[in-house]
């Protein structure tokens, strides 16, 4: 970890030729202490840097000093450059790396490739968090990276719904999915997905594990998915929402479920309604969901819904209906 730090300041200074220990220190995202600490390492390793005291005074690269970034075309370092540092990678802490590796591309690049690849980032933004899903709250994922790395296996606690669960663990990957971090371990021989937020204590039981050599995570993720996509898909319903709606989808369907349950959401339109698409588990769970809504709800299709939920509007309408003078069914 110090190795890529220490790297991320020596390219840093590569590129701004100068910085207070405070200007530094904050780009890093480091304390002043350590950046000084990170300094003297620099210096004994022969890095030549210049103290200038006062003021206006700080830390910089001696004249004429200067180190090569060979192998990248240019297209290649703006894409990389183009790319902002990913909370996904700070997550499993490759945040300091990536921005060692910014900073190197940043500093071996001349001014119109910089400019070009702020041009880039100015115009395309991934986001890939699901809609209507604050980020999961994977408190356990920096130990799990960690086992991944080195091949620990792990004891864990895991929840599913009401029941905790205990299991012993060989982490073989981490996989992030619309936001969402998921757990690809072998138990007894067989692979298994887990969510990582879902683990609730994580204990590293001192052994290690063989990865097989054969093993890719790509393939088999891309494989247990499509495999996942084949089984009998629930019920699936198009409707239109207003904004009401929208904000009670998380009442109705739950924080961690509405994700699993919005396929699609589109943009709103003129007067604020968007078109979602859900999967709901049956008829009738489906008209007591999308009721619960709120009036601010239309289903387009299927058929058979959209007349359900008519039905129970007329019905609950029927219900409801004042009566002068009389007050059925109290």
Known sequence: MRAERLVALLFTLHRKRAGTVGELANELGVTERTLRRDLAALREAG????????????VRLVDGWRSRLDGLTSREAVALLALDVPDALAGLGLGTAVAAAHAKVSASMPAQLQEQARTVAGRFHLDAQAWFRSPDDAAALPAVAKAVWTQRRLDVRYRRRDKVTRRTLDPMGLVLKAGVWYLVARVDETLRTYRVSRLEAVAETGETFERPAEFSLADWWRTSSAEFEKMPLPLRVTARL?????RAMRRVFGEEQ???VLVSLSPPDDNGWVVAEFTLEGKEVAVGQLTALGPGVEVVAPPEIRAAVADFGRALAERNQVREGNHEGI
């Open 47 to 58: 890095v030549p840097l210049w103290s200038e005291p006062g003021r206006h005074g700080g």
């Open 242 to 246: 207003d904004s009401a709606a929208v």
């Open 258 to 260: 509405v994700n699993e």
